[in-house]
C-alpha cells in the first residue's frame, strides 16, 4: 500500500499495452513539468497527474502514484481504472503501478460530465490563491483522494459552473487545482487562461 493512496483497490491481472493516447499525455506534461504545476515537492514527493478516458467508455488512463516528477512516462507508469465505488473508496485498474491517489477525483469528473475526455490536477499556490472562491472551490473540509472528495465533485457539477469553467480548486488541499476538458490540449489552455 502506498503511503499518499486513501483507497483501497484491486488489480486486474493484466498490463495495459501501449495505448493512442501517451504521446499526447507526454507532451502535456513536458509542458506542465516546464512550468513547474507538476513536479517533486520539497519533500521529495511527486505531485500532480492527469488522466484521460479510454475512448467513450467510463474507463480511464491515469498517471500512476507519486510518478510527478518523472521526465518522461512509459505504459508502465500508468494505469487503466476500469471500475470504482465511491461508497466503499475502491477501484479496480489494470497495470503495472499503484493508480494516482487522486484516482476517485478523477472518476467522479469523467462520471459528472460524458463531455470531458481529458483531466489534469496541478498544484501551484499562487494561481491557487487566486483561485479560491472565484471559481468553483471544494469544501475545506475535504481532503484530497477521499470519497468524500468525489461527492464534492459530483455535488459542484450540479451546484456550481464548474462545467462550463472547465477548472475547480480544492479548498482543503493547498495548491490543488484541477482543469478538464474535451482533450489534454483544452485542459491545459483552461489552466494558461486562468494563470495570466
Ligand atoms: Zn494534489
Not at 59 to 71: E, K, M, N
Not at 107 to 132: G, K, M, Q
Not at 139 to 151: N, Q
Request: with cysteine; glycine share 8%; aromatic share 10%.
Amino acid at each position: 500500500m502506498s503511503h499518499y493512496v486513501k483507497f483501497t483497490y484491486q488489480r486486474a491481472p493484466a498490463d495495459i499495452a501501449p495505448f493512442d493516447a501517451l504521446v499526447e499525455l507526454n507532451e502535456c506534461r513536458r509542458k506542465l513539468l516546464e512550468l513547474r504545476l507538476i513536479g517533486v515537492d520539497s519533500n521529495g514527493v511527486g505531485f500532480g497527474n492527469l488522466s484521460v478516458r479510454d475512448g467513450s467508455t467510463a474507463s480511464f488512463y491515469i498517471t500512476g502514484s507519486a510518478t510527478g516528477g518523472l521526465p518522461e512516462l512509459t505504459p508502465t507508469d500508468y494505469v487503466r481504472v476500469v471500475a470504482y465505488d465511491f461508497a466503499r473508496n475502491w477501484l479496480r485498474y489494470e497495470g503495472a503501478t499503484i493508480p494516482s491517489s487522486e484516482s476517485l477525483t478523477h472518476a467522479a469528473i469523467y462520471e459528472s460530465d460524458p463531455s470531458t475526455f481529458a483531466v489534469i490536477h496541478c498544484h501551484d499556490s499562487n494561481l491557487w490563491r487566486t483561485l479560491l472562491d472565484r471559481v468553483p472551490t471544494s469544501s475545506k473540509a475535504v481532503a484530497y483522494g477521499t470519497a468524500e472528495m468525489a461527492y464534492e465533485i459530483m455535488r459542484l457539477f450540479t451546484g456550481s459552473d464548474v462545467r462550463s469553467r472547465q477548472i475547480f480548486v480544492m479548498a482543503g488541499h493547498e495548491g490543488g487545482i484541477v482543469a478538464f476538458g474535451k482533450n489534454l490540449e483544452q485542459a491545459f489552455d483552461v489552466l494558461m487562461r486562468e494563470r495570466k
